[in-house]
Protein backbone atom coordinates (compact mmCIF):
# COMPACT_ATOMS: atom_id res chain seq x y z
CA UNK A 1 0.00 0.00 0.00
CA UNK A 2 2.47 2.50 1.00
CA UNK A 3 4.45 1.89 -2.28
CA UNK A 4 1.19 2.63 -4.15
CA UNK A 5 0.61 5.71 -2.66
CA UNK A 6 4.15 6.67 -3.29
CA UNK A 7 4.20 5.52 -7.22
CA UNK A 8 0.81 7.20 -7.53
CA UNK A 9 1.49 10.68 -5.90
CA UNK A 10 4.82 10.33 -7.78
CA UNK A 11 3.00 9.87 -11.22
CA UNK A 12 0.10 12.17 -10.39
CA UNK A 13 3.17 14.77 -10.84
CA UNK A 14 2.40 16.33 -7.05
CA UNK A 15 5.43 18.02 -5.70
CA UNK A 16 7.96 15.86 -4.49
CA UNK A 17 8.14 16.99 -1.21
CA UNK A 18 4.12 16.39 -0.50
CA UNK A 19 5.05 12.58 -2.32
CA UNK A 20 7.35 11.99 0.35
CA UNK A 21 5.51 13.25 3.73
CA UNK A 22 2.34 12.26 2.70
CA UNK A 23 3.76 8.69 2.05
CA UNK A 24 5.58 8.56 5.40
CA UNK A 25 1.82 9.13 6.90
CA UNK A 26 0.71 6.27 4.82
CA UNK A 27 2.91 4.00 6.32
CA UNK A 28 1.88 5.02 9.66
CA UNK A 29 -1.30 4.23 8.87
CA UNK A 30 -1.15 1.12 7.03
CA UNK A 31 1.17 -0.25 9.60
CA UNK A 32 -1.63 0.36 12.73
CA UNK A 33 1.54 2.14 14.73
CA UNK A 34 0.01 5.34 15.05
CA UNK A 35 2.61 5.90 18.14
CA UNK A 36 4.93 7.01 14.85
CA UNK A 37 2.21 9.90 14.41
CA UNK A 38 3.73 11.62 17.91
CA UNK A 39 7.13 11.12 16.57
CA UNK A 40 5.90 12.68 13.21
CA UNK A 41 6.64 16.48 13.70
CA UNK A 42 10.02 16.16 15.83
CA UNK A 43 11.16 13.89 13.26
CA UNK A 44 10.31 17.02 10.39
CA UNK A 45 12.34 19.56 12.95
CA UNK A 46 15.24 17.35 13.30
CA UNK A 47 15.62 16.68 9.60
CA UNK A 48 16.82 20.49 9.34
CA UNK A 49 18.10 21.44 12.42
CA UNK A 50 22.06 21.30 11.10
CA UNK A 51 23.92 24.05 11.48
CA UNK A 52 25.51 23.21 7.98
CA UNK A 53 22.14 23.03 6.30
CA UNK A 54 22.94 27.38 6.51
CA UNK A 55 25.27 27.28 4.11
CA UNK A 56 22.09 26.52 1.59
CA UNK A 57 20.60 29.54 1.38
CA UNK A 58 23.47 31.81 2.14
CA UNK A 59 25.17 30.19 -1.48
CA UNK A 60 21.83 30.94 -2.86
CA UNK A 61 22.02 34.27 -2.23
CA UNK A 62 25.64 34.72 -3.52
CA UNK A 63 24.37 33.75 -6.82
CA UNK A 64 21.64 36.02 -6.50
CA UNK A 65 24.10 38.73 -5.56
CA UNK A 66 27.19 37.71 -8.26
CA UNK A 67 23.65 37.51 -11.29
CA UNK A 68 22.53 40.64 -10.80
CA UNK A 69 25.49 42.56 -10.03
CA UNK A 70 27.56 42.18 -13.08
CA UNK A 71 30.00 39.75 -11.22
CA UNK A 72 29.14 36.37 -13.66
CA UNK A 73 29.78 38.74 -16.94
CA UNK A 74 33.28 39.88 -15.44
CA UNK A 75 34.25 36.06 -14.54
CA UNK A 76 32.62 35.44 -18.61
CA UNK A 77 35.07 38.33 -19.93
CA UNK A 78 38.43 36.95 -17.66
CA UNK A 79 37.28 33.13 -18.94
CA UNK A 80 37.65 34.85 -22.59
CA UNK A 81 41.34 35.58 -22.03
CA UNK A 82 42.49 32.32 -20.87
CA UNK A 83 40.17 30.12 -23.58
CA UNK A 84 38.72 32.14 -26.62
CA UNK A 85 41.59 32.19 -29.18
CA UNK A 86 41.43 28.05 -29.68
CA UNK A 87 39.41 26.70 -31.93
CA UNK A 88 35.69 26.65 -30.71
CA UNK A 89 36.77 29.37 -28.59
CA UNK A 90 33.44 30.40 -27.70
CA UNK A 91 32.90 26.78 -26.24
CA UNK A 92 35.50 26.93 -23.78
CA UNK A 93 34.94 29.97 -22.46
CA UNK A 94 31.54 28.74 -21.20
CA UNK A 95 33.23 25.30 -20.13
CA UNK A 96 35.58 27.61 -18.31
CA UNK A 97 33.23 30.03 -16.68
CA UNK A 98 31.10 27.37 -15.26
CA UNK A 99 34.02 25.65 -13.71
CA UNK A 100 34.17 29.51 -11.80
CA UNK A 101 30.44 29.57 -11.40
CA UNK A 102 30.53 26.12 -9.92
CA UNK A 103 32.70 27.12 -7.04
CA UNK A 104 30.10 29.24 -6.19
CA UNK A 105 26.37 28.58 -6.80
CA UNK A 106 26.54 25.28 -5.67
CA UNK A 107 23.08 24.32 -7.78
CA UNK A 108 23.46 22.96 -10.69
CA UNK A 109 20.05 24.33 -11.89
CA UNK A 110 20.28 27.77 -10.58
CA UNK A 111 24.15 27.29 -12.72
CA UNK A 112 21.96 26.45 -15.71
CA UNK A 113 19.83 29.17 -15.53
CA UNK A 114 22.14 31.69 -15.22
CA UNK A 115 24.60 30.56 -17.67
CA UNK A 116 22.38 29.34 -20.41
CA UNK A 117 21.21 33.25 -20.37
CA UNK A 118 24.79 34.54 -20.68
CA UNK A 119 26.39 32.45 -23.26
CA UNK A 120 23.99 30.82 -25.34
CA UNK A 121 23.50 34.10 -27.37
CA UNK A 122 26.46 34.98 -28.04
CA UNK A 123 27.77 31.42 -29.30
CA UNK A 124 24.63 31.64 -31.76
CA UNK A 125 25.83 34.66 -32.91
CA UNK A 126 29.33 33.41 -33.72
CA UNK A 127 28.01 30.34 -35.92
CA UNK A 128 27.35 27.38 -32.94
CA UNK A 129 24.25 25.77 -33.20
CA UNK A 130 22.01 26.79 -30.39
CA UNK A 131 21.48 23.31 -29.19
CA UNK A 132 25.33 22.82 -28.96
CA UNK A 133 25.39 25.97 -27.13
CA UNK A 134 22.80 24.88 -24.38
CA UNK A 135 24.39 21.30 -24.09
CA UNK A 136 28.12 23.07 -23.12
CA UNK A 137 26.25 24.99 -20.62
CA UNK A 138 23.59 22.32 -19.39
CA UNK A 139 26.97 20.02 -19.24
CA UNK A 140 29.19 22.44 -17.06
CA UNK A 141 26.14 22.11 -14.79
CA UNK A 142 27.47 19.05 -13.85
CA UNK A 143 30.16 20.74 -12.34
CA UNK A 144 28.41 22.30 -9.49
CA UNK A 145 27.83 19.03 -7.47
CA UNK A 146 31.04 18.45 -6.97
CA UNK A 147 33.45 21.71 -7.17
CA UNK A 148 33.16 23.47 -4.50
CA UNK A 149 30.76 24.46 -2.58
CA UNK A 150 28.25 22.34 -3.32
CA UNK A 151 24.90 21.82 -1.75
CA UNK A 152 24.34 18.27 -2.03
CA UNK A 153 27.88 17.88 -0.47
CA UNK A 154 26.16 20.09 2.19
CA UNK A 155 23.25 17.79 2.40
CA UNK A 156 25.72 14.45 2.34
CA UNK A 157 28.08 15.89 5.27
CA UNK A 158 24.96 16.23 7.36
CA UNK A 159 24.06 12.90 6.76
CA UNK A 160 26.93 11.15 6.84
CA UNK A 161 28.06 12.94 9.92
CA UNK A 162 31.36 13.76 7.96
CA UNK A 163 33.13 17.51 8.04
CA UNK A 164 31.61 18.96 5.23
CA UNK A 165 34.73 20.78 4.62
CA UNK A 166 36.40 17.63 4.28
CA UNK A 167 33.86 16.84 1.48
CA UNK A 168 33.98 19.75 -0.29
CA UNK A 169 37.72 19.20 -0.57
CA UNK A 170 37.09 15.89 -1.70
CA UNK A 171 35.48 17.33 -4.64
CA UNK A 172 38.68 19.10 -6.12
CA UNK A 173 40.46 16.59 -7.95
CA UNK A 174 37.16 14.90 -9.24
CA UNK A 175 35.93 18.56 -10.36
CA UNK A 176 39.19 19.07 -11.82
CA UNK A 177 38.96 15.86 -13.95
CA UNK A 178 35.47 16.12 -15.27
CA UNK A 179 36.29 19.66 -16.21
CA UNK A 180 39.33 18.09 -18.14
CA UNK A 181 37.71 15.44 -19.89
CA UNK A 182 35.08 18.16 -20.54
CA UNK A 183 37.55 19.94 -22.11
CA UNK A 184 39.26 16.70 -24.66
CA UNK A 185 34.92 16.84 -25.90
CA UNK A 186 35.05 20.68 -27.05
CA UNK A 187 38.34 19.65 -28.50
CA UNK A 188 36.97 16.52 -30.86
CA UNK A 189 33.49 17.45 -30.98
CA UNK A 190 35.52 21.13 -32.32
CA UNK A 191 37.68 19.34 -34.88
CA UNK A 192 34.94 17.63 -36.34
CA UNK A 193 32.66 19.79 -37.03
CA UNK A 194 34.77 22.42 -38.04
CA UNK A 195 33.48 25.51 -35.37
CA UNK A 196 34.94 28.76 -35.99
CA UNK A 197 38.85 29.79 -34.39
CA UNK A 198 37.95 31.83 -31.44
CA UNK A 199 39.91 35.27 -31.23
CA UNK A 200 42.53 36.44 -28.60
CA UNK A 201 41.41 39.58 -26.98
CA UNK A 202 43.69 43.03 -27.03
CA UNK A 203 45.88 44.28 -25.20
CA UNK A 204 43.21 47.10 -24.34
CA UNK A 205 40.40 44.16 -23.59
CA UNK A 206 42.76 41.86 -21.87
CA UNK A 207 43.76 44.90 -19.31
CA UNK A 208 39.99 45.52 -18.87
CA UNK A 209 39.10 41.95 -18.88
CA UNK A 210 42.07 41.45 -15.82
CA UNK A 211 40.77 44.75 -14.26
CA UNK A 212 37.19 43.36 -14.02
CA UNK A 213 37.30 39.90 -13.64
CA UNK A 214 39.86 39.63 -10.42
CA UNK A 215 37.80 41.31 -7.71
CA UNK A 216 35.11 38.93 -9.06
CA UNK A 217 37.58 35.79 -8.96
CA UNK A 218 38.20 36.76 -5.01
CA UNK A 219 34.75 35.48 -4.32
CA UNK A 220 35.50 31.32 -5.33
CA UNK A 221 39.10 32.42 -3.70
CA UNK A 222 37.39 33.58 -0.56
CA UNK A 223 34.82 29.84 -0.65
CA UNK A 224 37.63 27.76 -1.56
CA UNK A 225 40.90 29.72 0.12
CA UNK A 226 38.88 30.26 3.92
CA UNK A 227 37.83 26.25 3.81
CA UNK A 228 41.31 24.50 2.60
CA UNK A 229 43.14 26.87 5.33
CA UNK A 230 40.34 26.05 8.11
CA UNK A 231 40.30 29.83 8.27
CA UNK A 232 35.78 29.74 8.09
CA UNK A 233 33.61 26.68 8.03
CA UNK A 234 31.25 26.17 4.52
CA UNK A 235 28.39 28.32 6.13
CA UNK A 236 30.65 31.37 7.49
CA UNK A 237 32.52 31.28 3.47
CA UNK A 238 29.28 31.29 2.15
CA UNK A 239 28.01 34.17 3.90
CA UNK A 240 31.66 35.76 3.62
CA UNK A 241 30.83 35.19 -0.65
CA UNK A 242 27.61 36.76 -0.26
CA UNK A 243 29.09 40.19 1.07
CA UNK A 244 31.69 39.90 -1.20
CA UNK A 245 29.12 40.03 -3.93
CA UNK A 246 27.20 42.62 -2.41
CA UNK A 247 30.07 45.28 -2.25
CA UNK A 248 31.31 44.07 -5.46
CA UNK A 249 28.09 43.98 -7.49
CA UNK A 250 27.37 47.58 -5.88
CA UNK A 251 30.57 49.55 -5.70
CA UNK A 252 33.02 47.99 -7.53
CA UNK A 253 30.92 47.33 -10.49
CA UNK A 254 27.82 49.82 -10.01
CA UNK A 255 25.04 46.83 -11.62
CA UNK A 256 23.48 45.95 -8.48
CA UNK A 257 21.41 48.89 -6.68
CA UNK A 258 19.99 48.50 -3.15
CA UNK A 259 16.22 48.61 -4.66
CA UNK A 260 17.28 45.33 -6.00
CA UNK A 261 17.92 44.07 -2.91
CA UNK A 262 14.26 42.96 -1.87
CA UNK A 263 12.94 40.93 -5.00
CA UNK A 264 17.00 39.52 -4.69
CA UNK A 265 15.73 38.53 -0.81
CA UNK A 266 12.64 37.14 -1.87
CA UNK A 267 14.02 35.34 -4.69
CA UNK A 268 16.38 33.79 -2.36
CA UNK A 269 14.08 32.66 0.46
CA UNK A 270 11.33 31.20 -1.99
CA UNK A 271 14.00 29.10 -3.55
CA UNK A 272 15.83 28.09 -0.50
CA UNK A 273 12.19 27.31 1.65
CA UNK A 274 11.64 24.94 -1.36
CA UNK A 275 14.78 22.72 -0.34
CA UNK A 276 14.49 22.79 3.34
CA UNK A 277 10.64 21.36 3.00
CA UNK A 278 11.89 19.01 0.74
CA UNK A 279 14.39 18.03 3.01
CA UNK A 280 12.38 17.81 5.88
CA UNK A 281 10.14 15.83 4.34
CA UNK A 282 12.80 13.35 2.66
CA UNK A 283 13.85 13.12 6.39
CA UNK A 284 10.70 11.71 7.60
CA UNK A 285 10.67 9.37 4.82
CA UNK A 286 14.09 8.07 5.68
CA UNK A 287 13.04 7.76 9.07
CA UNK A 288 10.38 5.40 8.09
CA UNK A 289 13.00 3.65 5.61
CA UNK A 290 15.02 3.18 9.04
CA UNK A 291 12.68 1.84 10.75
CA UNK A 292 11.47 -0.86 8.17
CA UNK A 293 15.08 -1.58 8.31
CA UNK A 294 15.75 -1.51 4.46
CA UNK A 295 18.97 -1.03 4.61
CA UNK A 296 19.91 -4.59 6.18
CA UNK A 297 17.55 -5.85 4.11
CA UNK A 298 19.62 -4.12 0.65
CA UNK A 299 23.26 -5.31 2.68
CA UNK A 300 21.30 -9.08 2.50
CA UNK A 301 20.37 -8.54 -1.11
CA UNK A 302 23.75 -6.97 -2.60
CA UNK A 303 25.89 -8.95 -0.91
CA UNK A 304 24.26 -12.35 -2.59
CA UNK A 305 25.92 -10.05 -5.73
CA UNK A 306 29.02 -9.57 -5.21
CA UNK A 307 31.46 -8.81 -2.20
CA UNK A 308 34.22 -6.46 -4.75
CA UNK A 309 34.01 -2.63 -3.68
CA UNK A 310 34.54 -1.76 -7.42
CA UNK A 311 31.78 -3.55 -8.58
CA UNK A 312 29.25 -2.12 -5.88
CA UNK A 313 30.18 1.02 -6.92
CA UNK A 314 29.91 0.15 -10.38
CA UNK A 315 25.76 -1.50 -9.08
CA UNK A 316 25.43 1.52 -7.84
CA UNK A 317 26.17 3.93 -10.42
CA UNK A 318 23.45 1.88 -12.65
CA UNK A 319 20.53 2.16 -9.85
CA UNK A 320 20.92 5.78 -9.32
CA UNK A 321 21.06 6.68 -12.79
CA UNK A 322 17.58 5.26 -13.29
CA UNK A 323 16.69 6.50 -9.82
CA UNK A 324 17.73 10.32 -11.04
CA UNK A 325 15.71 10.02 -14.50
CA UNK A 326 13.14 10.23 -11.95
CA UNK A 327 13.38 11.89 -9.04
CA UNK A 328 14.80 15.22 -7.75
CA UNK A 329 18.87 14.86 -7.27
CA UNK A 330 17.87 16.41 -3.21
CA UNK A 331 15.59 13.94 -2.63
CA UNK A 332 16.64 11.10 -4.15
CA UNK A 333 19.84 11.76 -1.95
CA UNK A 334 18.09 12.00 1.08
CA UNK A 335 16.64 8.37 0.21
CA UNK A 336 19.05 6.51 -0.94
CA UNK A 337 22.20 7.56 1.41
CA UNK A 338 20.39 5.86 4.57
CA UNK A 339 19.92 2.87 3.25
CA UNK A 340 23.35 2.44 0.93
CA UNK A 341 26.02 4.73 3.08
CA UNK A 342 25.92 1.76 5.90
CA UNK A 343 26.66 -1.26 3.12
CA UNK A 344 29.29 0.84 1.95
CA UNK A 345 31.10 1.83 4.55
CA UNK A 346 30.82 -1.23 6.61
CA UNK A 347 30.48 -4.17 3.96
CA UNK A 348 32.65 -2.55 1.98
CA UNK A 349 35.30 -0.68 3.52
CA UNK A 350 34.59 2.44 1.01
CA UNK A 351 35.50 5.75 2.23
CA UNK A 352 32.30 7.95 2.86
CA UNK A 353 33.97 10.53 0.79
CA UNK A 354 34.83 8.87 -2.44
CA UNK A 355 30.97 7.33 -1.63
CA UNK A 356 29.10 11.10 -1.43
CA UNK A 357 30.95 11.94 -4.44
CA UNK A 358 30.14 8.78 -6.48
CA UNK A 359 26.55 9.46 -5.55
CA UNK A 360 26.41 12.88 -5.83
CA UNK A 361 27.46 13.34 -9.62
CA UNK A 362 25.38 10.37 -10.36
CA UNK A 363 22.05 11.51 -9.16
CA UNK A 364 22.76 14.87 -11.20
CA UNK A 365 23.31 12.79 -14.57
CA UNK A 366 19.98 12.38 -14.30
CA UNK A 367 18.86 16.22 -14.23
CA UNK A 368 20.37 15.83 -18.02
CA UNK A 369 18.30 12.26 -19.20
CA UNK A 370 15.21 11.79 -19.95
CA UNK A 371 11.71 11.63 -18.95
CA UNK A 372 12.23 13.93 -16.28
CA UNK A 373 15.88 15.95 -16.97
CA UNK A 374 14.82 18.90 -15.71
CA UNK A 375 18.14 20.26 -16.43
CA UNK A 376 17.28 19.84 -20.01
CA UNK A 377 13.79 21.94 -19.41
CA UNK A 378 15.29 24.87 -17.75
CA UNK A 379 18.22 24.81 -20.34
CA UNK A 380 15.48 24.71 -22.77
CA UNK A 381 13.07 26.94 -21.80
CA UNK A 382 16.12 29.80 -21.30
CA UNK A 383 17.47 29.60 -24.83
CA UNK A 384 14.37 28.39 -27.23
CA UNK A 385 16.17 24.59 -28.32
CA UNK A 386 14.02 22.09 -27.86
CA UNK A 387 14.90 19.66 -25.03
CA UNK A 388 15.50 16.57 -27.43
CA UNK A 389 17.84 18.22 -29.80
CA UNK A 390 19.72 19.37 -26.62
CA UNK A 391 20.19 15.84 -25.61
CA UNK A 392 21.35 14.51 -28.17
CA UNK A 393 23.91 17.17 -28.00
CA UNK A 394 24.65 16.51 -24.82
CA UNK A 395 25.42 12.79 -25.17
CA UNK A 396 29.42 13.41 -25.58
CA UNK A 397 29.84 15.14 -22.36
CA UNK A 398 27.48 12.29 -20.94
CA UNK A 399 29.38 9.79 -21.99
CA UNK A 400 32.46 11.77 -20.93
CA UNK A 401 30.92 11.66 -17.03
CA UNK A 402 30.46 8.20 -17.49
CA UNK A 403 33.70 7.28 -17.64
CA UNK A 404 34.93 9.92 -14.67
CA UNK A 405 32.17 8.33 -12.81
CA UNK A 406 34.12 4.54 -13.49
CA UNK A 407 37.41 6.41 -12.33
CA UNK A 408 35.92 7.46 -9.29
CA UNK A 409 35.05 4.09 -8.46
CA UNK A 410 37.78 2.05 -9.16
CA UNK A 411 40.56 4.73 -7.73
CA UNK A 412 39.50 5.70 -4.24
CA UNK A 413 42.43 7.97 -4.24
CA UNK A 414 41.27 10.58 -6.15
CA UNK A 415 38.50 11.45 -3.55
CA UNK A 416 40.42 10.98 -0.88
CA UNK A 417 44.13 12.11 -1.50
CA UNK A 418 43.67 15.94 -0.42
CA UNK A 419 42.52 15.57 2.81
CA UNK A 420 44.53 12.63 3.76
CA UNK A 421 42.52 9.39 4.18
Excluded: H
Amino acid sequence: MTVAVFVLLLLGAVPIALVLALTAMAYIQVSGNSVLFESYPQQLFAAIESYGLLAIPLFMLAGELMNEGGVTRRLIDLARLLVGGFRGGLAYINLVANMMMAAIIGSAASQIAIMSRAMVPAMEKEGYSRSYGAAITAAGGLLSPIIPPSMLFVLFGVMAQVPIAEMFIAGILPGLLLGFSFFLTIAVVGLVQQYPKGRWPSRTEAMRALAMGLPALSIPLIIIGGILLGLATPTESAALASLAALLLGRFLYGDLRFAMLPTVLKRTAVNAGLVIMLIAAAGVFGWVIVYERLPQMAAAWIAALTTDPFLFLLLLIGVLLLVGMIIDGIAALILVVPILLPIATQQFGISPYQFGVVVCLTLVLGLLTPPVGAGLYIASSMTGAPPMRIFRSLLPFLLASLVTLVLLAWQPWLTTALIGR
